[in-house]
């Protein structure tokens, strides 16, 4: 595809009601997800086994990391459609939404209280559709090392937790 018709496809869809929505409910996530594991959250694991303080630190750490993610790539969409940013630079690499694997728990995660786990719900349905945005907007067929380095992170986790 052009840079031309990129830019225009890319300026169309960072114009749209699809992206102030989805933009909304990934910046709202954030500040919910900060807000719960700085005040209620901290609380709640004070009161976990050891297994389940693991895991409330692994997947707190995996969830700020799918959010952040989401967060950046919604400000790149943003800073493209108010001309911050060129569309050609949007598509480097390191503005791509990388893979973070979602599947595998930790072990002690039956443990994480309700509401942690509601978030974490939550912010893998919008990690999962900014993930096809991205790849809807600007392909998966590129190589994406900071997905590699992001899932062997996770595996070492894993790892070490027990999961």
Do not use: C, H
């Amino acid at each position: 595809m052009s840079d031309d018709l990129f830019a225009a496809r890319l300026g169309d869809f960072a114009g749209s009601e699809l992206f102030q929505r989805t933009f909304r409910e990934g910046m709202d996530m954030v500040e919910e997800t900060a807000a719960y594991l700085d005040g209620p959250g901290r609380e709640e694991s004070r009161a976990l086994s050891r297994s389940g303080a693991l895991a409330y630190a692994g997947e707190s750490m995996r969830l700020t990391t799918r959010l952040m993610q989401v967060a950046s790539w919604l400000l790149v969409q943003r800073a493209v459609r108010e001309n911050e940013m060129s569309a050609t630079d949007a598509r480097a690499d390191k503005y791509r939404i990388n893979d973070v694997n979602l599947s595998k728990s930790l072990a002690g995660t039956q443990e994480l209280p309700a509401a942690l786990q509601d978030i974490i719900t939550r912010a893998a349905r919008i990690y999962e559709r900014t993930r096809r945005l991205d790849e809807q907007l600007y392909g998966d067929g590129q190589e994406n090392t900071g997905a590699k380095a992001v899932s062997e992170q996770m595996a070492r986790l894993n790892a070490a937790f027990g999961g």
